[in-house]
């Protein structure tokens, strides 16, 4: 099962309301549904979709001026989803992948200004 974390603190980290894929089922958990949320640092703009129960995560950054695309992130994985920082001018999260041999970790920064690192640990 992958981890991450409820529906509430996500609207606090990424401070909007998702767009839900599927809005028939009232009682869906948002754990099973598919969220997007587009928001802005006033730096760089944010497209966030997460699929918690698939462990999908995908980020796309884009320059608001030109619209062109600063980075994709498009992970089918993720095994922990951990909010590191959820303040009014620091943002971010840490992101694991487990592989037979290895460990990725993904650390992104929303605010002040985006920024990711990517890391992989072998493990013996």
Do not use: W
Not at 5 to 26: I, Q, R
Not at 65 to 94: G, P, Q
Request: a negative charge; proline letters at 5%.
């Amino acid at each position: 099962m992958y981890v991450f974390p409820e529906e509430n603190d996500f609207l606090s980290l990424f401070e909007c309301e998702p767009t839900l894929f599927d809005t028939t089922a009232k009682d869906l958990p948002f754990y099973y549904n598919k969220a997007t949320y587009q928001f802005s640092n006033g730096e760089e703009d944010f497209i966030v979709t997460l699929s918690p129960s698939y462990g999908e995560v995908k980020i796309q950054v884009t320059q608001p001026t030109s619209n062109k695309l600063l980075s994709l992130l498009d992970l089918k994985r993720v095994d922990k989803f951990e909010i590191t920082a959820d303040k009014k001018e620091l943002s971010s999260v840490l992101l694991t992948v487990l592989n037979a041999d290895s460990q990725q970790t993904i650390e992104i920064d929303f605010k002040p200004k985006y920024k990711l690192i990517f890391r992989e640990h072998y493990m013996r």
